[in-house]
Every structure is written in C-alpha cells, then in structure tokens.
C-alpha cells in the first residue's frame, strides 16, 4: 500500500522532467557566487584605480591644456538714474569691472611625448614627458572694434595666462617670446579656468587654478604680435586640448603604440606604428562656438569642455573591464556543461545525483576567479588559457568518474572547449560579441532541441 502511495511521487523524482528542474535550481543557486565574483572583479578594479590615482596624484595628472590667451582689466563706466518722489531725479555713475579675454589670431601646439610605465604593486599607470610648444599671433584690433564707448581697458596691465589641468606637472619653461620681448611666467591662471573638466582618474573631482601667467609689454591693439613658448611637462594617460585660435594647428607625437584618439574633434592626419604614433588637427573657428574675445564680469569657469579633444594613451588589454565583461556571460556558459552532463546521462543511461552536477557547476564558476588572480600577474591571453586549460581537464576527469567510459566522457573535454574559445571570441570582439553570443546560443539550443525530440520527459528511459 505505501508502495503504491508514493510511487507516483517516485516516479516523478526519477524522471528527466524532475532533472531539468533541478537543474535550473543549481544554476539559480550558482548565480550567488557568480554575483560574489562580479563584486570581487569590480573591487579589484577600484583598487587598481585607486593605486593609478596615487601614482598619477605624485607625477601630474592628466594633462588638460588651454591657451594661451591675453586678459586686459576693464571699467565699465554707467550713468545709474533713480526717481523718488522726495528727491526726485538722482544721478549716480556705476563702475562695473571686468576682464576682457583675448583668443589667438593662429595658434600652433606641437608636443613630443616619451612615455614609460609606472607601478606600484601589481597595478600600473602609463605616464609621459615632454616637450609642449605654443607659438602663434595675436591680432587684439577685433577686440578693441568690440568696445563699447563706455568700456576702458588698461592695456599697461595685461596678461598672458596658459591654463593647464596640473601644476604639478609643469617642470620648467624652455623658452618664452613676445614679439622682440622675453616673458616671465609666474604659476597660476589667475582665476581665468578655461574648462571645467573632471579627472578620469578622480571622478568626484575637477580642475583648479592651475597654470601659468606673465605680463605684458604695454599692449598694441590694432597691431599683430607673435609669441613662442616652449615648455618641459609631464603627465600621465591622456592629453586634452582647447581650440582657443581662431586657426588652430595641433600635432602631438609620441612613442605609445596604443592611442585612442577621443574628445569633439579626430585627428586630420594621424600615423600609428609599433614604435608609437603622430597626429595632427586642423580646427577653424567655424567648428566650435569659443569666441575671439569676451568680457568676462564673474569668476565663473568659461565652460568650453565639450570642445576639448586629445588622445588617450589607451592600454590594448584591460585587465578588468575583460574579466568584467567574462563574468557577465558567465550564465550562457554556465548552463553548457549542465547540458552536456544531462544529454550524456540520458545516452549512457546511468543516473548521476545533483550533487556531481553542483560540482561541476562550482568549477566552472572557479574558472573565473582563476581568470581574476591570474590575469593580475600575468598576460591575459595567457591567464584565460591556463585557466580554461585547468577547468577543462578537471571536468573531463570528473566526467570519466560518473560515466562507464572514455567514449563517452571525452565529449565534456569538447564541449567545455568550445564553449571557452567562443567566450574568448565574445571578449576579443567587441562590435561582434552580440552576434557571435547570439549565434552560438542558438546552436546550442537547436543542438539539445535535436538530441532530446525523441525523449520520453515523463519517463526515465
């Protein structure tokens, strides 16, 4: 009688339909530690950030350059009148100050860039140093046509500001002309912050009064003048800069092999090798919104970032945004050597208890912490095949325990394979990895569609 009464409850227990069940339970439970492991990926990440941060925090930052430009000091002088009933009308004068900034007629930027890689740990930062030369005119007659009758300016006192991202990274300067005259620099900007742009490496942070500034000769305004400035700099990951000129000519080389070059403008010109890269851009003032002169009344940033552009120096393999990307495709993988234990399960028509598939399942999941620590130490390529290597053979070992024999046990060692070549595939082809995501999972669901439309789900046989 008891027999009978929990037979139906056995049957169901012994077959397939249970299985499968069960199965979509244990990768369910696997996607705890796969969630644990992204966290990991990402922590590790910040710490490499954080570890780049230090570094770039004692040799310079990124390297963000505007200028040069002229800032003239200006009284704006207006007749203020009030009417009240006791004293009926009243005159008073209003003197508004303000700094009128001047653009470059034609500026050319030419920077040479060696560069070399810092570490600390096991984390690293590429880091370069150079030369940056600005040359040019500047032709402030537009400038003066733009004033109005009750604007002065006081040409004795102005001023040449450069605004950089870091004082720290400016070294020296070689040499500095204006027109027959030297210049001396002095640090900062004066307040003049051409751009409000926030470090990479320090999201929560952006630019300060960083740079340098000299004064003048009594200034001409309806004559054009040329200036030189040559200057020792360092920094490190990327160079950003603002077309301030009317005309703007930039040429940046470097012996980086892996540019990417980023920002409102692309390079007109550019030549990439194994011993580095150069590049050049041609910008008129048709192609940004950045004014030939302006009357600045405030303290206020000028706001021009989005027409900043530069190149990054771009590391072809990044450790972390790889494992990243891997983790995330650590489901579809996941559910393969599952498939293939159950398909060979009902082929050799031995049962294997849940507990050899929850192994099996926690290996595959160790693939990726061993993926982490190894690709920390060593090349990528290499860490992922060591790893795919040793999961491999550790799961077609385990298989020939729970199956009769070698003919059938080996095609766990095939498919684990396959399914690692074609994740390494999804994470070296970026603008592919949908399609041959998409496509490989198709085929392996017609693939198991094939095999199993013969079998009995309510039966064990």
Known sequence: MDNDKHSPMKRFTRGYTFKVLMLVLLVLLLLIPLNMIRELVDERGRTAASAEADIMEAWGKELIQAGPVITIPGIKTEELVTRTEKDGEKAEIVKTPFTLVVSPKTLNIEAVFKTEVRRRGIFSVPLFYGSLTLSGSFDPSVAAAGLLPQETISTGQAELVIAFSSQKGLRKINASSWGNDGLFFQPGNRGHNLFNYRYQTYSSQKTGSSGIHAALPPLKMDGETNFNISIEIQGGQLIRVLPVAQDTHVTIVSDWSSPSFQGAFLPTGSRIGDDGFSASWDIG?????????????????????????????????????????????????????????????????????????????????????????????????????????????????????????????????????????????????????????????????????????????????
Do not use: C
């Open 285 to 461: 003032y048709l192609s940004r919104d950045i004014p030939f002169f302006l009357k600045k009344y405030d303290t206020n940033d000028y706001g021009y970032d989005e027409s900043l552009f530069g190149v990054d120096f771009f590391r072809s393999v990044d450790t972390y945004s790889l494992n990243t990307r891997a983790v995330k495709y650590a489901v579809l993988f996941l559910i393969v050597p599952f498939l293939t234990l159950f398909l060979l399960e009902i082929f050799t028509k031995k049962r294997i208890h849940p507990v050899p598939y929850l192994l099996s399942g926690i290996g595959n999941v160790v693939f990726y912490l061993l993926l982490l620590s190894l690709s920390e130490q060593i090349p990528f390529y290499a860490a992922y095949l060591t790893a795919a290597l040793a999961v491999t053979i550790l799961l077609t070992l385990y298989s020939r325990s729970l199956l009769p024999s070698w003919s059938r046990s080996w095609y766990m060692g095939l498919v684990v394979t396959l399914s690692y070549i074609l994740l390494y595939a999804v994470l070296n082809a970026e603008s592919y990895a949908l399609l041959i995501g998409s496509a490989g999972t198709f085929l392996v669901i017609a693939l198991v569609m094939f095999l199993t439309r013969r079998l009995e789900w309510y039966g064990q046989e």
